[in-house]
């Protein structure tokens, strides 16, 4: 990354940047852990399509080391999304944006990715339409909607609005929304994921609420501040650090952090208070096993802080290594690659149905949404991991080639929302 002086200062809701940082280029760093958290994400959803198992892997009675900690690499990527969402809303202001016009984006783009999320995201996962589940990209949007009006708050102010909501959503978790009548969905829209009917047998489930991941967005919006300072890698890594110890203080305490364990699909994920058990990777399992549905602080706590140390680390990167090229492919376009993927991975998972012989008419009516996994469907880890490398590769020319055509085609403002 690299600060470049400019010859008048940007105003940022009531706060001005200094003019020696008004100006910044592309963050390298920032890119590189999206993209990384990217390549992650596709490894969950290869788990999701092509897994022989039909329980999450947070069921510890269940559950083993490798099938447990395949899903725990993956707890980072949907923190690191909305933190960096927020970082680089705040960015753009420092490369010259008005705030308005930043504010104008955030809500557009906001209702575009809901557009999205409602329509081909979800046809994507189902090959059903209609059909209706708030996950990540639905819960990006509405966040990007409200960080809309909140950017334009002073920035100490959203810092402070975003550590209250990371670090107390948690004292209204033992709300039932059964007992809220009818604002039981909204209820769940905010803060409890379940099930509501939006019309007579027309159910929208919602597996991201809002609340806390407001929290998160404005959280990377206050962290783009960061950026703007000389000593921005030590700051990184020390902020990672503590709140990566915070995370080991309040789980080994036990007694607030981690939500109420819940249900993913019926099946109960067995989160909540962590304890001793017949083994050290049973033990271990039970410790790291944080709520994510909705992300409790413990989880939060546990994804962010190793997330920001990584982002220090990434500062160090050049965009000529080759690890930073084949990252940064896919960190620079993630939404190109985020439909892409879940195209590929559903017709993956038909074509390896077709030719093992297992049944692949549920793949097409709803996949594991709508319907029971087949007894004699399925495979082990090892062949997800192939199958998760092959669709990560196939995408990287693609997703070059569209970060490419968006470098060479800076001009075309709508491109920005793809």
């Given at each position: 990354m690299?600060?470049?002086?400019s010859?008048?200062?940007?105003?940022?809701?009531?706060s001005?940047?200094?003019?020696?940082?008004?100006?910044v280029?592309?963050?390298?760093?920032?890119d590189?852990?999206?993209?990384l958290?990217?390549?992650?994400?596709?490894l969950?959803?290869?788990r999701?399509?092509?897994?022989?198992?039909s329980?999450?892997?947070?069921?510890?009675?269940?559950?083993?080391g490798?099938?447990?900690f395949?899903?725990f690499i993956?707890?980072?990527?949907?923190?690191?999304?909305f933190?960096?969402?927020?970082t680089?809303a705040?960015?753009?202001?420092?490369?010259?944006?008005?705030?308005?016009?930043?504010s104008?984006?955030?809500?557009?783009?906001?209702?575009?990715l809901?557009?999205?999320?409602l329509?081909?995201i979800?046809?994507?996962?189902?090959f059903?339409?209609?059909?209706?589940?708030?996950?990540?990209?639905w819960?990006?949007?509405?966040?990007?909607v409200?960080?809309?009006l909140i950017?334009?708050?002073?920035?100490?102010?959203?810092a402070?609005l975003?550590?209250a909501?990371?670090?107390?959503?948690?004292?209204?978790d033992r709300?039932?929304?059964?007992?809220?009548?009818?604002l039981?969905?909204?209820?769940?829209?905010?803060?409890?994921?379940?099930?509501?009917?939006?019309?007579?047998k027309?159910?929208?489930?919602i597996?991201?609420?809002l609340?806390?991941?407001?929290?998160?967005?404005?959280?990377g919006?206050?962290?783009?501040?960061?950026?703007?300072?000389?000593?921005?890698?030590k700051?990184?890594?020390?902020?990672?650090a503590a709140l990566?110890?915070?995370f080991?203080?309040?789980?080994?305490?036990?007694?607030?952090?981690?939500?109420?364990?819940g249900?993913q699909f019926?099946?109960?994920?067995?989160?909540g208070?962590?304890?001793v058990?017949p083994?050290?990777?049973?033990?271990l399992?039970?410790?790291?096993?944080?709520l994510?549905?909705?992300p409790?602080l413990?989880?939060l706590l546990?994804?962010?802080?190793?997330?920001?140390?990584l982002?220090?680390?990434?500062?160090?990167?050049?965009t000529?290594?080759?690890?930073a090229?084949?990252?940064?492919?896919?960190?620079?376009?993630p939404?190109?690659?985020?439909v892409l993927?879940?195209?590929?991975?559903?017709v993956?998972a038909?074509?390896?149905?077709?030719i093992y012989r297992?049944?692949?008419?549920?793949?097409w009516?709803?996949v594991?949404?709508?319907s029971?996994?087949?007894?004699?469907?399925g495979h082990?880890?090892?062949f997800?991991?192939?199958?998760?490398?092959?669709a990560?590769?196939?995408l990287?020319?693609?997703?070059r080639?569209?970060?490419?055509?968006?470098q060479?085609?800076?001009?075309?403002g709508?491109l920005?929302?793809?």
């Open positions: 690299s600060v470049v002086s010859p008048a200062p940007v105003a940022v809701a009531g001005v940047l200094p003019k020696t940082a008004a100006q280029s592309r963050v390298v760093s920032v590189v852990l999206r993209g958290v990217m390549v992650i994400m596709a969950d959803h290869t999701d399509f092509f897994t022989n198992l329980f999450p892997p947070e069921v510890l009675a269940l559950t083993s490798p099938l447990f395949t899903r993956t707890h980072y990527c949907a923190p690191v999304f933190l960096l969402a927020g680089g705040f960015l753009s202001l420092a490369r010259g944006k008005s705030l308005g016009q930043v104008h984006f955030l809500w557009t783009r906001g209702l575009w809901v557009f999205l999320e329509t081909i979800d046809f994507g996962w189902t059903v339409f209609p059909f209706g589940i708030g996950s990540v990209i819960a990006l949007g509405w966040c990007m409200a960080m809309a950017v334009r708050l002073p920035v100490r102010w959203i402070g975003a550590l909501v990371i670090a107390l959503h948690n004292l209204f709300v039932n929304p059964a007992s809220l009548g009818r039981s969905g909204l209820w769940m829209v905010l803060h409890s994921p379940g099930s509501f009917f939006i019309a007579p027309v159910a929208f489930f597996l991201y609420p609340v806390p991941w407001v929290g998160v967005m404005a959280a919006y206050a962290l783009g501040a960061l950026f703007l300072r000389t000593d921005r890698k700051v990184l890594l020390l902020l990672g990566t110890l915070a080991f203080v309040l789980r080994t305490i036990n007694h607030y952090g981690n939500g109420v364990a249900l019926g099946v109960p994920l067995g989160a208070p962590w304890s058990q083994g050290l990777t049973l033990t399992i039970s410790f790291f096993n944080t994510k549905y909705p409790s413990d989880y546990m994804t962010l802080g190793p997330a920001l140390m982002l220090a680390w990434f500062e160090n990167w050049k000529e290594s080759w690890p090229r084949v990252l940064l492919a896919y960190g620079r376009v939404l190109f690659f985020y993927h879940i195209y590929l991975l559903h993956m038909i074509a390896a149905a077709w297992q049944p692949a008419a549920w793949l009516h709803g594991f949404f709508l029971q996994k087949p007894e004699a469907y082990d880890l090892p997800v991991d192939l199958m998760w490398i092959l990560v590769g196939i990287y020319l693609p997703c080639w569209f970060m490419k055509f968006k060479q085609h800076r001009d075309w709508w920005s929302y793809l």
